[in-house]
């Protein structure tokens, strides 16, 4: 990973014409922090970073409304957004493309082969309190982690992002441009999610029950995921109400089962949502154990290319169901 | 402590039809069911409703000298709207308030009132032009400037062409595009105000309607030489606990339902843009 | 009433004999450590170590019926139930001084009964913040780790001990019902307090000069800034469900075939629908509309209308904001704009 090569293409993908902006990354504003970043001018690429903490999925940036001021005249004809995209993010921008949720030509995707990032809870665990400014960077196994003037070494399977540990796609699916060496995948592993379910149904109840008593119905795990673009969430719907918005356990569940069933055959295990949420909910578990199923039952995995419809979204005459569902 | 949340009863004694269309307008007669007058301001509202549906913050649209009811007069909009259309007289709706600041009628004894509404908007106007109606001797001239898209759409027909006939208001109505069997004014409102040419001097004008007609209403006043002081609008904002404590009705620094909804334009003009 | 020393090993003894009350205490669940009702304290351990959230929630709880009814009409009215008394205990200086600042906003002329009953029956027992953490910022905004306003009782972690001092007639009440739990506290004991409270002050690393930010608010609400702030913000209501002093809510009717309930709920001002019109007409249609109010409320509205700023430095929404955004970055900007 080359930041002076990403810098580059980035300050390449600008001075074109027909882009907008770029959507990238940033230093953040204490410790392990980055920020996602929109930089309009070739100048601006100074701030760009790209380091293992640079956690934050900036898939979800396509489909929010137009923020970012445009400069001058000369972008005002421009059609394109430029980001930066990393395998997850790719399969993500795949996903939403396959569904028509934002046409090609509006992006101009520079990808980068992922080695994984930072869970910033573990690197706040392990490192309590640290406002100064940090940096990492890897090194043959390990995170070299720099905090004001004092640098530390960590194995980086201590503080590597849990669905980083598993990721299959690291290298990106879809890109204008590639910059980085390709990245070997880690082996499918579903063992967790395999034993999970040989335990009994009302042990497995009683867990999510649990975790979803917590749940302040923030909606973070859905507005930071890349493939909840919905201009009104349907579980946010008054018209009719599917979901009491009251905190209640039993309605809570439903939230997130309803959000994880429409995501099933289309979310493609970035973890943001379990990453943003604050109550600490493990809502990978449940979108790897929908994931696993769509793949068995369907020989289907979201995200491989813009054109694959989802099993769950569209219908065949020759579908073994007889009806829709 | 008394619970502000908790509504009281009342009964709809009777439904008039104001406008039909794809956003019917309904005036609403109803009594509270322990019979006690609401005593409120012109200009305040209430937060009526259907228990199990909710509750919509809407202007009461008569004056409170008109003892045993209130009116409300609802264009069906959203859920609460709707249910109420679909009541009938003898249906028991629910009712929060008076709340908000209503217009300071009591500094207006003696001035001349002119009322600029257009379309709905004459519904926080009304229990102005009852009110002086019914106090005559402590008020000047009064000037009602009222004008709807259509004669179909003009609330409060059948009184306001009633009142054409009464020597203490002058009323002034318009339509915005001419129709076979109408002889007044057409065009918008605004042009309608400037026809009128009503003077500034010892008056108030209040205004109340779309909000681009406000816009043009205000800017023609002052071109008419109102001062800030004299002029006089409502604001309507999305509301759920109607006194001051959900914190979203908000325009700056003032709450719509319990700082408003009348504005003087003296205040209006230094809010935040909303 | 003078200092009095508890020792850490009798600290759940204490808890016990306080069983009349309904007490609230962080606990930890997973990852993260949360305010929650304590039904025994023997079996869950209080965690005084991490920052807690959602101490609010024991006073404004997120979900709460305000009356039931049915085709009748009203049935009963929620105000008028609970009559235990509370105690949070652990809870942190920023979050006990949060509640003086919502305090006006449920009183005034049509007071809050839910609010206030359970304000008025709630005993705060805080605990003085040794170590700041990162985002800690109260310094800036009044208050300090050692802030004893709004508290009965405080305690601070000595060796083996909690120092306590009493605070008010509640906190009185508390020591004398539990007297058998303390001892007198020492001149040691006390010096090894103040020793503590100001190196705590002096840890917090992260500070902001408020001087004149309402003011300058008050000329730059049209400024481009707010965009930029808001570009990367996503809308969700972490901030302002973690944030001690937000207290925004929504009202909604909830039925069954027969039966309902009015309730409220917490609802945040970042959220598109927060004002939107039944006429499909919303004030604040983008983000940067959204963020803007937040900050105008926190900083400017509250003093306009109370005098305080609507913000106790707690830092937790700069933590838990999956996005950075950063309440201490934005309000350093915003002064920095010529």
């Known amino acids: 990973m080359n930041i002076q090569k990403i810098r580059d293409e980035a300050s390449r993908a600008l001075g074109r014409k027909d882009v907008k902006y770029l959507i990238g990354y940033q230093k953040g504003s204490y410790g392990f922090r980055v920020s996602p970043a929109f930089f309009q001018t070739k100048e601006e690429v100074e701030r760009l970073i790209f380091s293992p903490l640079c956690q934050v999925s900036l898939a979800p940036y396509l489909t929010l409304e137009e923020v970012v001021p445009l400069p001058g005249e000369e972008k005002q004809k421009a059609s394109k957004v430029a980001l930066l995209a990393r395998g997850c993010d790719s399969r993500a921008i795949n996903q939403i493309l396959a569904e028509k949720g934002i046409p090609r030509d509006r992006l101009f995707i520079i990808g980068i082969p992922c080695e994984g990032v930072i869970d910033r809870r573990k690197i706040e665990a392990r490192f309590p309190s640290v406002t100064e400014p940090a940096e990492v960077r890897e090194e043959n196994g390990k995170y070299i982690i720099a905090i004001g003037d004092q640098s530390h070494e960590v194995p980086k399977e201590e503080l590597l992002a849990d669905a980083c540990k598993v990721c299959r796609y690291p290298n990106p699916l879809i890109y204008d441009k590639l910059t980085g060496d390709k990245v070997a995948p880690h082996q499918a592993n579903y063992d967790d999610i395999t034993s999970w379910e040989e335990k009994p149904l009302e042990e497995r109840l009683q867990f999510w029950l649990d975790q979803f008593s917590r749940c302040i119905r923030c909606y973070a795990c859905r507005n930071a995921c890349p493939l909840c673009y919905s201009t009104v969430c349907i579980l946010d719907r008054l018209d009719p109400q599917w979901v009491k918005r009251s905190n209640d356990t039993s309605e809570n569940l439903m939230f997130h089962v309803s959000r994880a069933f429409h995501l099933a055959g289309r979310c493609v295990s970035c973890g943001e949502c379990e990453r943003a949420c604050p109550m600490g909910i493990p809502l990978m578990k449940l979108n790897r154990k929908l994931e696993k199923d769509v793949n068995d039952l369907f020989s289907y995995e979201a995200g491989k290319d813009a054109e694959s419809k989802s099993p769950m979204t569209t219908f065949h005459v020759e579908d073994r169901e007889d009806f829709i569902l | 402590m008394n619970n502000p949340y908790v509504p009281e009863t009342a009964t709809i004694l009777d439904i008039r039809e104001e406008a039909s269309g794809q956003r019917p307008i309904k005036t609403f007669k109803v009594a509270l069911t322990d019979g006690r007058d609401f005593n409120h301001q012109p200009g305040q509202c209430a937060m009526v409703g259907i228990l199990g549906i909710g509750e919509s913050m809407i202007s009461i649209a008569s004056s409170p000298t008109k003892k045993g009811y209130l009116e409300f007069s609802i264009m069906r909009l959203g859920k609460v709207t709707s249910a109420l259309h679909a009541c009938e007289a003898g249906d028991t709706i629910t009712i929060r308030g008076p709340y908000g600041n209503g217009f300071p009628v009591h500094d207006w004894k003696g001035k001349n009132i002119i009322t600029v509404g257009g379309g709905i908007g004459q519904a926080p106007l009304r229990p102005i032009i009852q009110y002086i109606l019914d106090n005559r001797n402590d008020f000047g001239t009064l000037d009602v400037i009222y004008g709807a898209r259509t004669s179909q759409d003009l609330c409060f027909k059948q009184e306001i062409l009633e009142l054409e006939k009464c020597d203490d208001v002058k009323i002034h109505l318009s339509i915005d595009v001419g129709e076979p069997d109408w002889t007044r004014f057409v065009g918008f409102v605004p042009t309608n105000l400037m026809q009128v040419k009503p003077s500034p001097e010892n008056a108030i004008a209040i205004t109340c309607g779309p909000v681009v007609m406000i816009k043009y209403v205000i800017k023609n006043l002052l071109a008419l030489e109102f001062s800030d002081t004299q002029i006089f609008t409502t604001l309507e904002n999305r509301m759920k606990c109607g006194i001051g404590k959900c914190g979203r009705c908000n325009v700056g620094s003032l709450y719509v339902c319990k700082d408003g909804p009348v504005f003087a334009y003296a205040t209006l003009k230094n809010l935040p843009e909303y | ?338």
């Open chain 3, 1 to 338: 009433m003078s200092a009095l020393i508890l020792p850490k090993d009798r600290l759940t003894d204490f808890l016990l004999l306080l069983h009349e009350y309904t007490l609230w205490a962080p606990v930890q669940r997973d990852t993260v450590t949360l305010f929650e009702v304590i039904k025994d304290p023997k079996d869950s351990p209080v965690d005084l170590e991490h920052q807690a959230s959602l101490a609010k929630r024991s006073i404004f709880p997120q979900s709460e019926e305000l009356f039931s009814f049915d085709q009748s009409g009203i049935l009963n009215d929620a105000s008028k139930e609970g009559s235990r008394e509370n105690i949070i205990f652990g809870i942190r200086p920023c979050d006990a001084r949060s509640f003086r600042i919502m305090d006006p906003v449920f009183e005034g002329t049509m007071p809050d009964p839910y609010y206030l009953n359970r304000r008025q029956r709630t005993v705060l027992v805080g605990i003085a913040c040794r170590e700041p953490f990162a985002n800690c910022f109260c310094t800036s905004l009044g208050g300090s780790p050692f802030s004893q306003e709004g508290l009965d009782l405080i305690l601070t972690e000595l060796d083996g001990r909690f120092f306590v001092e009493v605070l008010s007639e509640k906190g009185k009440e508390i020591v004398e019902k539990t007297a058998s739990v303390f001892t007198p506290a020492s001149a040691e004991d006390g010096k090894q307090r103040e020793d503590l409270a100001k190196r705590s002050e002096g840890a917090i690393k992260r500070k902001v000069d408020l001087e004149g930010i309402t003011e300058k608010l008050n000329g730059i609400f049209e400024h481009p800034v707010w965009k930029q702030m808001a570009s990367k913000c996503t809308a969700c209501g972490i901030c302002t469900y973690t944030c001690p002093t937000c207290y925004c809510f929504d009202m909604q009717d909830e039925t069954t075939l027969r039966k309902g309930r009015r309730v409220r709920n917490w609802d945040s001002c970042m959220f598109a629908e927060y004002t939107l019109h039944a006429s499909g007409h919303n004030p604040r249609p983008t983000r940067a509309e959204r963020l803007r109010n937040r900050i105008y409320h926190k900083f400017k509205f509250n003093v306009d209308n109370f005098g305080t700023f609507g913000c106790v430095g707690c830092g937790r929404c700069i933590s838990l904001c999956p996005f950075n955004v950063d309440l201490i970055e934005n309000l350093s900007t915003i002064k920095s704009l010529a």
